[in-house]
């Protein structure tokens, strides 16, 4: 999902670095949580540098602004009296898992910080990629990354990059990573204490680094940069998804994204999310893209489904995305019989006419 900054930096704020004085052999729940943490006097050793963005995208300070939103929208029961919207399956998850951190002072205190530093990392990760914890899905998220590559001919690099709960409990990551939060560190040596802090953490939490919110964003950069989490792809299989529908799907709509992109010079607009899930529907079951049969399309339906949110009229609830998403699928169905891919200008065009048919009902899923 796609959040704009209007700010040519990221800015993540009042960011303290908490330390551990225990031993490694004790346990979290033998020791008060005061004596587990010590946040070195309050002080802010965190900040993030001016440079991050530079360092990150390559590109001018126009193409600086790094969209960031994840799929990690927790809900509850909607307040805006609508019966007909519930929390997914999905979103169960997610409220089980903060439920797990919460129960865990260590790892409560740490989730922001944990989540920001997994954020940066997965940018800035100059390695081979993979996707999945055991490299499980690398070869099906090359194979669609070199199929959107063709299906939709854009004219500016796109890179795909994955992010593991593992990049927190790798001395050498992490060490990367806090060289872009540190002030007046540049010698690597020095931060290497910052990081043992970490992995002292990790040992005393039986949640940090391995719960999947920690690897659960899913976002599309100006800079040209997809992220895919293993524990956002993780939590969507348990609520039911296919795995492998999962990361297409996922793909598909960051990509998308990145047509959206290409197709308005306004990179501070706010670019529709139905329309990315509309995209990656056409993409997904158009011959002469993913080839999705009824079966599949049906598990991507209801993956859209489950990324859906009450009362969010920005991405859009279940039964809308669903609904979005069908549409593409009739649409892309047609176009097989013409045997050619429409123009990211004509799609927008039946983008907008789609949304005009849900709003006054015409469109469902039957």
């Known amino acids: 999902m796609r959040l704009s900054m209007k700010s040519p930096v990221i800015y993540l704020t009042a960011l303290c670095f908490l330390s551990i004085s225990c031993q490694k052999d004790l346990e979290l729940d033998q020791i008060e949580a005061e004596t587990a943490i010590k946040d070195y006097e309050r002080k802010s050793l965190f900040t993030l540098k001016t440079a991050v963005s530079e360092k990150i995208s390559g590109h001018n300070k126009a193409e600086q602004n ?45 989730y922001n910080f944990y989540r920001n530093l997994n954020f940066v990392g997965a940018i800035i990760d100059e390695s081979k990629h993979y996707f999945g914890a055991d490299g499980g899905f690398t070869r099906l998220v090359e194979k669609r990354t070199r199929d959107l590559r063709r299906f ?45 802090d970490l992995l002292l953490r990790n040992q005393l939490s039986p949640f940090l680094p391995d719960s999947p919110l920690f690897s659960s964003d899913g976002f599309s950069t100006f800079g040209g940069v997809i992220v895919i989490g293993d524990g956002l792809v993780e939590m969507l299989t348990e609520a039911g998804i296919d795995p492998e529908v999962a990361w297409s799907g996922v793909l598909a709509h960051e990509w998308a994204h990145q047509v959206q992109l290409n197709l308005h010079e306004d990179h501070n607009i706010a670019f529709p999310e139905p329309e990315a899930d509309f995209l990656a529907a056409y993409y997904l079951t158009h011959k002469r893209g993913a080839t999705y049969n009824w079966k599949s399309t049906e598990e991507f339906l209801e993956l859209f489904y489950q990324l859906g949110n009450c009362g969010d009229t920005y991405h859009g609830d279940p039964q809308m995305r669903m609904n979005t998403a069908y549409s593409g699928y009739q649409l892309a169905t047609q176009e097989q019989k013409k045997g050619h891919i429409l123009s990211p200008e004509d799609l927008h065009v039946e983008f907008m006419e789609q949304m005009k048919n849900h709003t006054s009902g015409e469109n469902t899923t039957g």
């Open 152 to 196: 939709w001919s854009l004219d500016h690099e796109i890179r795909v990059h994955g992010q593991h709960n593992e990049t927190l409990n790798d001395r050498e990551k992490l060490a990367e990573i806090l060289l872009y939060f540190v002030e007046d560190i540049e010698v690597r040596d020095q931060i290497y204490p910052y990081a043992d």
């Open 66 to 110: 790094l969209p960031c939103e994840s799929y990690l929208k927790i809900t509850s029961d909607p307040s805006d009296g609508t019966e007909t919207c519930s929390p997914t399956e999905f979103q169960k998850l997610q409220m089980t898992y903060h439920a797990q951190l919460a129960s865990d002072p260590l790892a409560e205190a740490s």
